[in-house]
């Protein structure tokens, strides 16, 4: 399922960076702790929403809110 990541504000949910998009059938859940390993530094973030996304054609992707650690 195509995943995007967004860094959110801690007190509004509102998506603001992207921080990733990945293909995964992982099922990510509010309270996951999230590694980039790949960013200069190790970036650690906490998922705080997960939203699914379907459209009429039965195309399904979510959008994941998080927030840096």
């Known amino acids: ?3 995007e990541i967004w860094e ?3 007190f509004t949910p509102k ?4 921080l990733a998009t990945l293909d ?3 099922r990510f859940q509010k309270g996951d702790e999230v590694y980039f390993d790949d960013a200069p530094t190790r970036l650690k973030v906490r998922i705080i929403d997960v939203r699914v996304h379907i459209k009429g054609d039965g195309a399904v992707h979510r ?3 998080a927030l840096k650690l």
């Open 63 to 65: 959008e994941i809110l």
């Open 15 to 18: 998506k603001g960076q992207l």
């Open 1 to 3: 399922m195509k995943t």
């Open 24 to 26: 995964s059938e992982y």
């Open 8 to 10: 959110s504000d801690p």
